[in-house]
């Protein structure tokens, strides 16, 4: 058996050495807990964490995540009838990190009694609200606010949008207090890291409050330019400006303010560096697109100019680190966000889209390439090609993260109304305001049409 003092020591050193199955191997804690650890309740709540991190690390994932589970349980019981702030803060970390690392498995093992999804972040939100009330960190706070902003946008999550508001609204007014609360500090590694996360992640929860989440909208006003009147105006403008004063203070902090950035030199940064500055462009992109489509800027094609910049600075960056054969994401959503902005800039500035560069250099998937024709045969007026393109990706259910099955049937049933001329068909399938949508596209069609006409006439 291991000297207490060994093993005292290998449970204060695990964070700086990070080879958390070692660790366990090294104290004999792989299989069961040693005995020397089991009249304190604060070196079992290490403890757990580290089983939490070697699961996470390691191949045996269900057996740590229990022993995890029995670590905590033995420091509560220990604890007694209060409450212990550790065992709350380990069984939050251990919920949070489910719900990160969350996939589908088979009733293998121990596997048959990991939670579901919802029921992982209803535990995390719980624990970390108990923290709340009790002896928190800044540290507890960031990890509560990332949580409500991650599962606010979990798309797999059966939440209501009032729900998915209400805990951005939450996650917002948490990443401002971290913030608030350094400003006045001299921050050093950690704390400056955590300090520019939040401002990061507050950036991205107030964007998704501001931008339209109707799919039906975004379409109707990327292929026509048409728009609704806007709720809560008002709140959207303040929370822009806010978003804006935060977005620019980062990138100057960060040094990502220039005019022309210097692409090589970023693309060859490390991805864990952060921030990941194709990911901040990207960012900043959305920010300047969503304030042209939303009306929150005076000069609207200043704003749409910026997008465009942004988004290709990011696009850049992607493509330069592909060729150095260093890791990205994997994702093409900055490409696919460029491509976007081409329908938005062609009505104003017609000329080759910036999007046929990428297209020639980069193997897309065949879902962006399928979207950017239907959207360009819409815009042009070949409206039975774009239906029965859509029909076509319908049948054989081709659908990928660029051609989801909501945005084909909203794109379906515009060209269908285009091509019929009415929206009898759609009363079933569409609330009253979003019929709107289709008959003020309808109005639009019509009047192209009409100078059309006059000016051949």
């Not at 977005?247 to 864990?272: F, K, M, Q, S, Y």
């Not at 697109?289 to 960056?317: F, G, H, S």
């Not at 239907?374 to 039975?384: F, L, P, S």
């Amino acid at each position: 058996m291991k000297e207490k003092k060994e093993i005292i020591h290998q449970l204060d050193t695990a964070k700086s050495h990070k080879t958390w199955e070692l660790t366990l191997a090294a104290m004999e804690a792989r299989n069961s807990i040693p005995e020397v650890l089991l009249d304190s309740p604060e070196r079992l709540c290490q403890l757990a964490e580290i089983y939490v991190m070697a699961a996470i690390q390691g191949p045996c994932y269900d057996w740590y995540m229990y022993m995890a589970g029995y670590a905590l349980d033995t420091a509560q019981r220990l604890a007694g009838c209060r409450t212990s702030v550790m065992v709350l803060r380990g069984r939050a970390f251990k919920a949070h990190m489910e719900y990160i690392l969350y996939g589908p498995v088979g009733k293998k093992g121990f596997a048959c009694h990991r939670p579901d999804k919802l029921s992982l972040v209803i535990q995390a939100i719980s624990y970390y609200e108990k923290l709340m009330q009790a002896d928190y960190t800044v540290s507890d706070m960031y990890h509560y606010a990332t949580i409500l902003f991650k599962s606010a946008g979990d798309i797999y999550l059966p939440i209501v949008r009032t729900r998915r508001q209400m805990q951005l609204k939450k996650a917002c007014a948490l990443y401002k207090r971290i913030l608030d609360h350094s400003a006045h500090d001299e921050l050093t590694g950690e704390g400056k890291q955590m300090r520019l996360k939040a401002g990061y992640y507050f950036c991205r929860a107030s964007l998704s409050l501001i931008k339209s989440h109707s799919r039906l909208g975004q379409e109707a006003f990327l292929l026509f330019g048409i728009t609704l009147p806007q709720s809560c105006r008002v709140e959207k403008l303040g929370r822009f400006h806010t978003l804006q004063r935060m977005a620019n203070r980062i990138c100057r902090h960060c040094g990502l303010d220039g005019d022309v950035p210097l692409i090589e030199e970023l693309a060859r940064r490390p991805r864990t560096e952060f921030p990941y500055a194709c990911d901040w462009f990207y960012l900043m992109g959305q920010l300047y697109e969503c304030a042209y489509e939303q009306q929150l800027c005076p000069w609207p094609e200043d704003a749409l100019r910026r997008a465009e910049r942004y988004y290709t600075y990011a696009c850049d960056i992607d493509y330069r680190r592909r060729q150095l054969h260093l890791s990205v994401s994997g994702y093409m959503h900055m490409y696919a966000a460029l491509f976007r902005l081409y329908h938005h800039s062609s009505r104003h500035r017609p000329g080759v889209p910036p999007w046929l560069a990428y297209l020639r250099k980069l193997s897309f998937p065949p879902g962006l390439k399928t979207l950017i024709l239907i959207r360009q045969a819409i815009t042009q007026g070949r409206y039975e090609e774009a239906a029965s393109q859509l029909k076509q990706v319908m049948r054989s259910r081709q659908y990928d993260s660029f051609m989801t099955e909501k945005k084909v049937r909203v794109l379906r049933d515009i060209a269908q109304v285009l091509q019929n001329g009415h929206t009898r068909r759609l009363c079933n399938r569409y609330a009253k305001w979003e019929i709107v949508y289709f008959e003020r596209i309808l109005q639009t069609m019509r009047r192209q049409n009409g100078f059309a006409k006059a000016r051949t006439g």
